[in-house]
């Protein structure tokens, strides 16, 4: 028996369009490492989007060809990348001036775990015997004006990410605005999780299904 | 006659003793000192506190003075990361200490302590782990953690171009954390691409004045760590 499979939501791709659209012109974004960084090949033409990366750069390019590797020209993901015509080095502590002191727009973020109150976790797990490391995520969510979350949906073996109280250690409190999976775009309000916009073949009885904090139908 | 400029890396490091307090620049490969960190492996000073963004990679630079178990206490933002295999293990067997501390909070406790100012409050940690046991303060009604300063006996930072001043300029990335841990050390040592003379660099360009930097030695080739890493190799040299 054949089963033609329908495809439910949207691809990591057009998560990152997604996300893309919603910066406006103008800004100054720090990307995170992973899905974040396909964000900066879908903003739309027309649209000047100058991006930072807080190992101290501000003007951060494309992936260079090998042959144009630069040891010292490298991402807070610790990978190669260009620097583009305008753009700045600075060091640390003038980089985390911008991130702390308001400066950045937006910065689009991973998580492991968000709640309903737009606290997230994306450091550490909180496992035993683990290493932490927390690199600059608490210092963006605490300085940047704007947090957006990218992510799939649910965890692989099919947890929601969307949660009411955050089990794993926090990198921040009451930060998230909006929240993009492949399921659904979220926005974080006062009266709580306000779906925007679902993924094909996604309605909201599903969505409800594969969300363990209570949505709300825009 | 002001001279900062030394012969070589070993001579640079000479006066470092044990259980000092050293702060390591460089954000993974970009900007690591990896020949001054070499000549302190040889020099043999140990019982240190390394302040550094990461653990090093492989089995050489930082990942080989944390190795050769000169290293009591690490203070960084990041200590895994790929091919950093040797902090993880000794961490986990309880032979090496760490202070986690959030990057940009990092940069600012250096920045602090270099600038003689004792404690600050930032809003990065609030509500975590990270901030448990520490003072917090409201301030036009958002809370924020008080941090303090971080000063060391001596600093290992990378540069591009010295002069016998001391005046540096830094290559892209590669600045990272080298210009505050410039200024928040008794002593400063560094290794410069090229030496070049007064008045070469530009003074509206100078990154670092030479009053923070205490000596300077030329490493005219220095080592690619990802490639060291790559190829497998270990210091010391086999």
New interface residues.
Partial sequence: MEIKETKVGWSRIEMAQKVALDIPDESYVNLGIGLPELVADHVPEGREVIYH?????LGMGPIPEESER??????AG?KNIT?IKGGS?????D??TM??GKHIDICVLGAFQVSKDGDIANWSTGKP?A?????????LV??VKRIFVITQHNTKDGKSKLVNECTY?????GVVETIYTNLAIIDLKKEGLVVREMGPNVDFEYLQEHTEAPLIKS | MINKIVSSPAEAVANIFDGAMIMIGG?????SPIELIHALIDQGAKNLTVIS?NTGSGHVGIASLIEHRRVAKMIC??????NSTV??EL??KGEVD?E?????????R??AGGAGIPAFY?????????ANGKELRDFDGITYVMEYGLKADFSLVKCEAADRYGNLI???????????MCTAADQTLVQAKRIVELGDIDPECV?TPGIFVKKVVEVTNPS???KLVAEERSYPWK
């Fill in positions: 990366t807080e190992n101290g750069l630069d040891p010292e020209l490298i991402n610790k620097a080095f600075f060091h640390h502590a980089s985390f991130i702390r015997g290493i932490p490391a927390v690199g600059g995520a608490m210092d605490a300085g250690p926090l990198t921040g409190k | 954000f993974g490969e970009a900007g963004n933002s990041f200590p895994r990361t790929l902090f993880p961490y986990n760490l986690l501390v959030p990057q940009g909070t990092l940069a600012e250096i920045r930032t809003p990065s940690s609030v509500n975590t782990s990270l830094y290559n892209k990335t590669a600045r990272n954390f080298g210009p505050v990154v690619d760590e990802s």
